[in-house]
DNA sequence: ACCCAGGGTGACG
DNA sequence: CGTCACCATGGG
């Protein structure tokens, strides 16, 4: 994409392939907030706002130099969404939903927010899990002062780690406070997550699932949200209520859905689910 | 009062 | 290995 840097404002054409709205309301993060059509998040410790007008995306505050340290890693920009996307749509099913999500990207986000983030999403709903995770970040993050308002990072592992379960349990963290702080405690140990991204799958998913309230899924979303395992698969109950009802309809669900989905979708299946994902949510009040 | 939410853990067979 | 009760919490 073309980029254009104007008074701390980076700006392109989308080409229909950068939907703020779908990138961050589709599940893969929680601290990204619209209001009046902009939208106000926080990552890798910045600011930044993200609006969409007439075709054109603009970052800001957002130079040269941020962009090419955070934010073109961070929105996936060096990628081709539509070769990818033609490539996905060899599958009726996925090519439907990307009329529905076409404008979807994945982000590269920190290892750890992303970690502690799906931990905190087990058997919770978006709307708590975004609460929880803010109140996170108001008590045990940094504080960003920005045009009169206050703004809070992700919390470092070392705060997290130092923090008592009575705290996390205050902010609704409910029975994964202990996950929260343990899996803390083995970051500001030393746990070398971003090695995770250059070993095979398996390897890495098994890595992963040691740490304390990270299971499966949970292994999935790190692996795909942040360590650039684009194959990673979640299967959350709603891909399963996707997959049951257009790829095995009166049949059972298989057993192993990463390989179902491997090859079935190929090495972009992770993108694949977030089109199935955007698909069944849009769609939750039909059939 | 019940059920669900981008599930994981631990116990048991 | 597979199954299953249980786990805090808030909204429908």
Known sequence: MDIRFIDGTAEFSTDGLFCARKIFDCGQAFRWNENEGVYTGIAYGKLLHCEEKDGVVRLYPCGADDYDSIWKNYFDMDRDY???????????????????????????????????????????????????????????????????????????????????????????????APYIKNTSTAFAEGFD?????????????????????????VADCILLFSLGHRDAFPADVWIKRVLQSLYFPGNELPRDIYTFAKERFGEDAGLAQQYLFFYARENKHEH
Do not use: H, W
């Open 193 to 217: 997550i971003v090695s995770l991204g250059n070993m095979p799958y398996y390897e890495a998913k098994a890595s992963l699932q040691k740490l304390a309230g990270v299971g499966p899924k």
């Open 82 to 176: 539509a070769a990818i996307n033609e490539k996905l749509s060899g599958d009726s099913f996925v090519k439907k939903g990307i009329e529905y999500g076409k404008g979807i990207r994945l982000l590269n986000q920190d290892a750890f927010e992303t970690t502690i983030s799906f931990i905190i999403s087990a058997n919770n709903n978006i709307g708590r899990i975004k609460g929880i995770i803010e109140r996170l970040c108001r008590v045990f993050g940094k504080k960003l002062s920005q045009d009169g308002e206050e703004y809070f990072c992700f919390p470092a592992p070392q705060a997290l780690a130092n923090a008592e379960i009575g705290q996390l349990m205050e902010i609704g963290a409910g029975y994964r």
